[in-house]
Every structure is written in structure tokens, then in C-alpha cells.
């Protein structure tokens, strides 16, 4: 059975996530981390990719994109994940795949969908026990989006903007949904999604996109294995 198409559109906000092949590590050291960081800053402008949110996890990313064209997210993630592969592979002295294939995706509809996923990403070394708080975390979006670290390759979604008209107190507003852990049933929305290509938000977004891909797009009752 040929596998099904990826529901990818242009200037929708897309979350990915791209894991080591059989859950092998992709990161060893603080060095393999800067390095893939770096790659996003070289990539994104010719892939022409808008890059909102992301998390580098040990054997795994998560990104919050948003793509200028239907094809930009897929460029972005070969571009990015061959050049990281050559690396560990030369460095590690490995050979073979180190990604597991094709990268997971999810349109997510740019409204509080929006906000709670960078949430989802943001969180994740806290839902793994790897620190307490998402700002002990070095590896990820979470100190520019909400400490106002300088990241240049990190564009604000518009859904982020609309906490607050005023920076400083915008980065507040987002610094407080950190206060509790995210429900469940949000982090099992975008775990549902992953898993099978699904969109996240209302019902007026997913009935929009089942008519533009003439397919179901609507989430199916399934056991998530996403972290």
C-alpha cells in the first residue's frame, strides 16, 4: 500500500518531529546540539522557512515552522538532517542511517492551537525529567520566546504576538503559561496528531482541509507513542 502524502501547505505553521533511527541518540554533546542549531540558521532563508519554536531532545527535535511554499518544510529537514548525519556518522565513526525516515508533521491552525504548541514543544525535557522548569533547558526556543534570549534564526508566530501588544509584557504572558503543566488533553491532541499526520485546531480548520485534500484529515481514535 503506497504511503499517504503529508498534509503540507504553504504559509500554514506546521509541527514536526524527527527521531533517530530505532530511538538512537542524535545529539551526544553540547557541540552536536550547537551544531544542528547552526544548521537551521544556514537553511532556513533558502528554504524559505519561517522557524517559530523548537526542543533537542536526545534522540529526537521538535520544530514549529511555518513554510513560504508547500515544499519548504520537506527541503528544510533533508537539508538539515543530512548535514547533521554526515557529521555524527564522521565524528562517531558510524555508518547507516541516523535519522528513522520521513519526519512526522501536523498543520496547526495559528490561534491559541498555535500558542499551545509551542508549549508542547517547550516542555518536553520537563515531561522527560530532564530538568524542572522549561527555562533550565539550554536546548530550546523557550528562553527567546519567553526571557527575550537574542536567537536570529527564531521568527515570533503571530499567535505569540497577540498575547500583548507590548514585548516585555508579552514575554510575561507567555512565561505564565509555564506556571502549571499543560493538560493532558492538549498534550495528547498534538501526540494524536503526529502520529498520524492529522491537523490541530477547530472544526471550521479541519473541515477546510479534508475539502482542499479531497481526504480525511480528521483525528483518528489511536493510541499516541510521541513524546
Known amino acids: 500500500m503506497p504511503r499517504q502524502g503529508r498534509i503540507l501547505f504553504a504559509r500554514y505553521p506546521v509541527h514536526i518531529v524527527h527521531r533517530g533511527v530505532n530511538r538512537c541518540a542524535i545529539f551526544a554533546g553540547e557541540g552536536d546540539h550547537a551544531f544542528y542549531l547552526g544548521l537551521l540558521q544556514e537553511f532556513l532563508p533558502s ?17 514549529l515552522l511555518t513554510p513560504r511554499h508547500e515544499r519548504s518544510a520537506a527541503r528544510l529537514m533533508k537539508a538539515v538532517a543530512q548535514r547533521h548525519a554526515q557529521r555524527c556518522n564522521r565524528l562517531w565513526k558510524r555508518t547507516g542511517p541516523l535519522w528513522e525516515g520521513r519526519f512526522k508533521s501536523s498543520l496547526v491552525h495559528s490561534d491559541i492551537h498555535a500558542v ?56 510575561i504572558a507567555y512565561r505564565s503559561l509555564f506556571d502549571s503543566p499543560q493538560p493532558e488533553v492538549e ?5 494524536v496528531a503526529l ?3 492529522l491537523p490541530v485546531g477547530p472544526e ?3 473541515e477546510q482541509l479534508t475539502a482542499r485534500m479531497g481526504r480525511r484529515t480528521a483525528r483518528r481514535n489511536r493510541q499516541a507513542a510521541i513524546a
Open 47 to 63: 528554504a524559505e522557512c519561517e522557524l517559530h519554536a523548537y526542543v533537542l531532545m536526545t534522540n529526537h527535535v521538535h520544530l
Open 187 to 191: 498534550i495528547q491532541r498534538f501526540r
Open 116 to 171: 499551545n504548541c509551542h508549549r508542547y514543544i517547550e516542555e518536553n525535557p520537563v515531561r522527560a525529567g530532564m530538568v524542572r522548569h522549561a527555562a533550565e533547558y539550554r536546548w530550546s526556543s523557550f528562553r527567546a520566546n519567553a526571557m527575550g534570549f537574542p536567537c536570529p534564526f527564531l521568527t515570533e508566530h503571530e499567535a505569540v504576538r497577540a498575547l500583548h501588544e507590548d514585548p516585555v509584557e508579552r514575554r
Open 195 to 197: 502520529l498520524g499526520g
Open 204 to 206: 471550521e480548520f479541519i
